[in-house]
Every structure is written in C-alpha cells, then in structure tokens.
C-alpha cells in the first residue's frame, strides 16, 4: 500500500452535473498531482499542487480545477460534467527535493457521466 | 514534447515463462527519469522501478530486471519466470526533473496475460 487515499471508490453523474474527487497524500509528501485514465488508455496529467498552489497544468479545459490544503490533502473538481469525463480518476503524491522523487498513487476514483 | 510509445498492446504467455515489454519514448530533456507501473485489475497504480536518464547502469531486483539504452531511447523491461499475479497492464513512464511540476507522460501500456 502507498498510503495515498481517495474517495469516493464509485461515482455516477449525469451530464451538466459537478463532481468533487478527494485525495490524501502518503505522509511525508508535499505534492500532489492527478491524472485522469480513459478506458483501454495511459494516465493523462491533468494538473499538480505544489505549497497549496498549481505549478503545472496537462491539456485539460478550465472546468477542472483543483485545491490543495495545508495538510497537503487536496481535491479536484469538475464542472459541466460531459460524457466523455467518464474515466478512472487517480490521484499521485511525492516529496518535492527529496531524492526518490517517485509519484505513488492512489487506488483512484471511478466517475462514470450518464 | 515528451512522448512514450510502447508497440506491444497484449501479450500472453504461459507461467513460468520470461515475459519483455518494450518501451520507447521522446524527450528534448537532457535528464530525467523513467518508471515502470503496474496496474492490476484492481485498478491501482503500483510503482515497480524508476531510472535516471544519467544512469545507464542495468539492474536485477528480484524477477524484474531492465534494460535502459540512451542512444535508442529505450526502456525495456522483464519479468523473468512469470507468475499468474504478475497478470496485469504495465505503463512506461517518463518523467521531467524538477523542482516542481515535472508531470508524468505514460505509454498506452501492455496487457500481460500469464496463463497457468
């Protein structure tokens, strides 16, 4: 186990809908980034959190956007839900400046757009 | 642009077998890392190894070993006498070093079927 946690597991939202996804960091990490996986495909970088403020940003539009804590937990939310955001959501954590510089992720959260 | 390219989709092999997974990618970056991930049915993402593009020194853990070549841009990787829980879909990985943002660009994966 990573100790990177996300909930909801399942999630089920009709078209228009918003949703919010929550992640919490393995201890010790102080960065946070999230991907979201299509079905059939590799991970896509959506955007990372770094000292509670986005330091890097994937090709998404703006309806996604994300908050980090000060307990370096952190959330993503998307607006005007579309079909196509149907996808497992995941969440990855790392200490910035340490030497491993490994992203280790969470289970991920599964949002299906009906 | 980073790109990671990984050709095989599905490979099948019978237990016991070595399995390789090929890896190729595409960086203007002088230095950064690469990975292999493993993400079991369960959906998971499960970190295996990383290797830093200065380091092109090939290991063994265990029964995963890789084969890091700068001058082809590739990051094979193989697991030697596989098992039915190796089953599963790998992702290729390369990574940007930096301070901060330094993004992740996976590969399609490879689905590896270990058949007992």
Known sequence: ETG???????????????????CSSQSGHNTVSWYQQALGQGPQFIFQYYREEENGRGNFPPRFSGLQFPNYSSELNVNALELDDSALYLCASRSTGSRTDTQYFGPGTRLTVL | AQKVTQAQTEISVVEKEDVTLDCVYETRDTTYYLFWYKQPP????VFLIRRNSFDEQNE????????????????????TASQVVDSAVYFCALGRIKAAGNKLTFGGGTRVLVKP
């Open chain 1, 4 to 22: 990177v946690t996300q909930s909801p597991t399942h999630l089920i939202k009709t078209r228009g809908q918003q949703v919010t996804l929550r």
């Open chain 2, 42 to 45: 369960s959906g998971e993402l």
């Open chain 2, 60 to 79: 063994i853990s265990g029964r995963y070993s890789w084969n890091f070549q700068k001058s082809t841009s590739s990051f094979n990787f193989t697991i």
